[in-house]
């Protein structure tokens, strides 16, 4: 007999008879945050300017941006961003072009953005990668993104991992739309109930339970090329080994 909490109206009952879920077959994971995190704006800025840029400068041209955050024609253009490549585009390079200094390379460092050479996998990425794959867990990727992110993938040697591929762009919406999450359980032909979504925002990947997977929720703050702590990817997949890779 099996014991798991239900919540009522007025808190949780304790429910019985009620079966365990079943074991775990594939596995969606989000891009940036999750997999992949973005090289440092300032050493992406010196890359792109076509001076040297001093620390003192450096420094006003990145408050300029966190100020462009703020920023109301900014903040409106990140509406519905995720929903088409066009969209994508104009939201980053109007943020971009709130920093003065910025605004002639808007464009370029769009494109920037998009480069693979830009981003760098978290540290345990490949490892969590390949030691899901060789215990015969289906992986899928579900990014809000503006595009293709396989190239990116492949540069860094990460793609053939994958069997589905949902970009919000080409769908014309974005997460916690419960669309996406289906999409690619489809081309993973797994369950929804047998899929975890892993990602680093409550409301986007955590919504991934509205569709019926089950979700994790990486806390924020790691750095490029840092440990992510997706070990504690195979703990949820795999709880009866403890989550240690072979």
């Known amino acids: 007999m099996t ?6 109206p007025e808190g949780p009952i304790r429910a019985r008879n009620s079966p365990p879920p079943p074991p775990l077959r594939a596995v969606l994971f989000d891009f940036s945050g999750t997999l992949f995190q973005i090289g440092a704006y300032a050493d992406r800025i010196r ?17 300029g941006l966190e100020a ?3 920023d109301p024609g900014v903040v409106e253009a990140q509406r519905g961003r995720d929903v088409s490549s066009k969209a994508h585009r104009h ?20 494109e920037q953005l998009q480069a693979p050479e830009h981003w760098r996998p978290y540290a345990d990425a490949e490892a969590t990668l390949a030691h899901l794959a060789r215990r015969g867990i289906a992986l899928g990727v579900v990014s809000d993104v503006g595009w293709d992110l396989r190239p990116t993938f492949a540069h860094h040697g990460l793609d053939h991992y994958f069997s589905a591929w949902v970009h919000s762009y080409e769908h ?17 032909d797994v369950p929804v109930e047998e899929t975890l979504m892993v990602g680093d925002h ?18 924020a703050g790691a750095a ?8 504690a990817v195979h703990r949820l997949v795999f709880p009866d080994a403890s989550g240690q890779q072979p």
């Open 172 to 188: 014309d919406s974005e997460k916690p739309d419960p669309q996406l999450f289906r999409h690619a359980c489809r081309e993973l």
């Open 68 to 70: 462009g955050l703020q």
């Open 47 to 63: 890359a792109l300017l076509p001076r040297p840029v001093e620390e003192a400068e450096m420094e006003e041209i990145l408050a």
């Open 224 to 231: 490029p090329g840092s440990q992510r702590g997706l070990d």
């Open 3 to 8: 014991d798991h909490l239900v919540q009522g």
């Open 91 to 110: 939201a980053f390079t109007t943020w971009y072009s709130s920093a003065p200094a910025l605004a002639p390379y808007a464009d370029a460092m769009y």
């Open 202 to 219: 409550p409301a986007k990947d955590g919504g991934a339970a509205g569709a019926g997977l089950r979700a994790y929720v990486l806390p």
